[in-house]
């Protein structure tokens, strides 16, 4: 190659470097996506808040299994160190549905060593865009993420729905403000506000021990962009609390 041709070609070689080591330092983030999420969002109006008013901005409802029962046969407490946050994959049951089939015992899985433990699948809130259910005590243990490993073992576990004609966004936010509320009531870094996917589901049974989980907050399969603005969404409501007292959920 004579010097003219490569200095002709200098730039553009720089430029792919350029690109490529930008590429890798962002992570990628479904843009256009959360935009659309977050023309749903008043920000300009929010302001600082007590535990108990984020509460209220959440709207729990609270409708508990009943202990002895169902998913809650067997007491098994928990001290809660993380937060895991799911989505349904259930296009057509609500909230409400939710409560009522974990109340009925309806949500039945196989229970098998290395696998379900109790024979059922249970978790802590599922929320939607105007209101979030309780259904379990924050202290006590869930089987929604990975057997006998440290996400049922430590994690209050969210599932947030995604049936027709409910607005992800806003249920995205609602997740948001109660992820908040936890973190400062249980004392829970943002650092363990996880999704599914963090856990792995050691299995013989289970091909893919990652599960795409919640998926449309996470960027081909995996947290990058969208789980981090997620995440920042969550630090925005925290950062919203006035220190206070905070009520115990369980
Ligand atoms: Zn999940």
């Given at each position: 190659m004579n010097s003219a041709r490569a200095r002709l070609l200098l730039p553009f070689v720089l430029m792919v470097v350029v690109v490529v080591i930008a590429a890798c330092g962002v992570a990628p983030v479904n843009r256009s996506r959360v935009a659309q999420w977050e023309s749903?969002?008043?920000?300009?109006f929010l302001g600082r808040v007590t535990p108990e008013q984020l509460l209220q901005e959440v709207n729990l409802r609270i409708d508990l299994i009943p202990p002895g029962t169902a998913g809650r046969k067997i007491f098994r407490p928990m001290k809660p160190r993380y937060i895991t946050i799911h989505s349904t994959q259930n296009y057509s049951g609500d909230a409400y549905n939710h409560a009522l089939a974990l109340k009925r015992g309806a949500l039945r899985a196989t229970k098998r060593r290395g696998g379900n433990r109790i024979g059922y699948l249970t978790w802590h809130f599922t929320t939607q865009a105007n209101v979030a259910i309780q259904h379990?005590?924050?202290r006590e243990q869930g089987?929604?993420?990975?057997?006998?490993g440290p996400g049922n073992n430590y994690s209050i576990g969210i599932e947030m729905c995604e049936h027709r004609g409910n607005d992800i966004g806003l249920t995205i936010d609602k997740t948001a403000r109660l992820a908040a509320y936890l973190m400062y009531t249980y004392s829970i870094p943002l650092s363990h506000v996880v999704p599914h996917y963090h856990w792995p589901r050691i299995s013989p049974y289970i091909k893919d021990p990652h599960k795409n989980c919640p998926h449309f907050l996470l960027d081909g399969g995996r947290p990058r962009g969208t789980w981090q603005w997620f995440l920042n969404r969550v630090n925005l409501h925290y950062n919203r609390l006035i220190p206070g007292p905070a009520r115990n959920l369980g």
């Open positions: 749903r969002y008043n920000d300009a379990l005590p924050c089987e929604h993420a990975d057997f006998d």
